[in-house]
């Protein structure tokens, strides 16, 4: 991840201006705005292992209290992106795949259903694709699994995530839609982080267009992001 050392570091209104006077779409503005007033960057260390990460904190607007007007926006735009890829169903990983999942779902010409993968194995699911998980934000691996019988073989599948990190989630639901010998057509996500995590998808040998992302970071650092098309960092209004 690049640092940007000689960039200047604009505090929270002057990044709004920057953001309000920018090229970006209605819904990546709204994104970026919430970034910088609501969101948090900071440093974790996972006790089991003792690695430190740099997370970010998106609980005030996307995956814990939803902004229902910027959800809305991001579905309607990444729907416009994902819909030359005609999937039959979303799959996703609980719980915070599963808002812009339905958001864009319900911006699709099809509707396609959607498909969350719960962490274990519900006492309703009698056979399962099974994928193991390493959650970092809760610190463990898990399982994902899906019902065989809800994912048909040769379904064209799209695989949603609020973050692109560093790849993994993806991959590991890569990983489900291939026991069920279906299709990965096209991989969207909220935010993209600089971890990665495009370049492991496209090792996997995924199109750099089958990647899709409504906004990316260029880098970041405890309580400042760089996001991509911008020379600045911009401070984050909550430390």
Not at 14 to 32: F, P
């Amino acid at each position: 991840m690049r640092d940007y050392p000689d960039l200047p570091v604009l505090q929270p209104n002057e990044a709004l201006q920057s953001i309000s006077a920018s090229v970006l779409s209605r819904a990546q503005k709204l994104l970026a705005a919430s970034l910088v007033t609501q969101s948090r960057s900071f440093v974790h260390t996972l006790k089991d292992i003792g690695e430190d990460l740099l997370i970010l904190d998106v609980t005030h607007f996307l995956n814990h209290r939803i902004n229902t007007r910027l959800i809305d926006a991001i579905g309607e735009e990444l729907a416009e992106k994902v819909a030359m890829f005609s999937p039959d169903l979303i799959l996703t990983a609980p719980s915070s795949g599963n808002i812009p999942a339905i958001a864009t779902a319900s911006h699709l010409p099809n509707q396609p259903d959607i498909i969350y993968a719960p962490k274990g194995t519900p006492i309703t699911m009698t056979q399962v694709y099974r994928a193991s998980s390493r959650s970092y934000t809760h610190g463990k691996s898990v399982d994902l699994t899906v019902a065989r019988d809800c994912l048909p073989a040769d379904t064209r599948v799209a695989v949603c995530d609020d973050f692109l990190d560093t790849g993994r989630t993806g991959m590991d639901l890569t990983d489900i839609i291939t026991q069920a010998k279906a299709v990965v057509a096209v991989f969207f996500f909220v935010i993209e982080k600089p971890f990665g995590g495009r370049d492991s998808l496209k090792a996997a040998g995924f199109a750099d267009e089958q990647i899709i992302s409504l906004i990316q970071i260029d880098s970041m650092r405890p309580g400042k992001l760089k996001l991509a098309g911008f020379d600045s960092w911009f401070q984050l209004t909550r430390s």
